[in-house]
């Protein structure tokens, strides 16, 4: 398997992360980037030799539009499917991102509804939806599923049989590993955080930053 990071800006000084895996069956991208950064990513796919008919599956490790705002289109354009927690459908599916979120604050959900959503042509239904254990082996990638909630709840992992965490927003690297600061409920990132202590990972591929051993992130948790 070959791993190709993607990455763009986010905002001030944070990238937001793709990763694309190539292996001898295609290729999986997992997550899609913010919309505006649309030409970014296709030209990075050109790069891989991925063309239409190439790209097989996208993930998602959730519904915010940062990590999924290309997918409808993408998977237009390379006839792929998109696969993701049904915990997160709705964000996806009508374009607001604290959908089945924790924060009812009205303020906080004006801001979101003006500035993080998914326009119309954006939004998409998956066509299927992962759960804890899911197994890509059909798709030549030897790998599995982790439910992982804390910053939605519909956050997932993939983690590869060689060790390869791909986390989404659940770890970030600004500044140092941690756990990423935005999130919806504390309670349950810690309990997702405990879970990944448990397994055999070497490497983190966070959404936010570059990828750091697991061992640092371990050092300070």
């Not at 970014?40 to 519904?63: F, Q, W």
């Not at 500044?175 to 990423?180: F, L, R």
Request: proline share 3%.
């Amino acid at each position: 398997m070959e791993i190709k990071t993607i990455t763009t800006s986010f905002i001030l000084n944070v990238t937001n992360n793709c990763y694309l895996l190539k292996n001898s069956n295609g290729f999986i991208l997992i997550d899609t980037g913010r919309s505006n950064k649309r030409e970014i990513i296709e030209k990075e796919l050109e790069l891989a030799n991925c063309y239409p008919g190439d790209l097989k599956l996208i993930v998602l490790t959730h519904g915010d539009f940062d990590h999924c705002g290309n997918a409808a289109y993408l998977r237009k354009k390379y006839g792929s499917k998109i696969a993701m927690h049904k915990g997160d459908s709705g964000m996806v599916e009508k374009g607001d991102m604290l959908w089945n979120r924790s924060n009812q604050n009205v303020l906080v959900r004006g801001l979101f509804k003006l500035f993080f959503r998914l326009g119309k042509s954006d939004r998409f239904k998956p066509d299927f939806y992962l759960d804890e254990g899911f197994d890509f082996s059909d798709y030549g990638l030897a790998a599995r599923v982790l439910e992982i909630p804390g910053h939605s709840k519909g956050s997932i992992g993939i983690l590869t049989a060689s060790g390869e965490l791909f986390c989404g927003d659940l770890l970030a690297n600004v500044g140092k590993p941690d756990v990423w600061s935005i999130i919806d409920d504390s309670a349950v990132a810690n309990d997702s955080v405990e879970k990944l202590k448990n397994l055999q990972i070497k490497t983190v591929y966070p959404g936010h930053g570059k990828p750091f051993p697991m061992d640092l992130f371990l050092k300070t948790h």
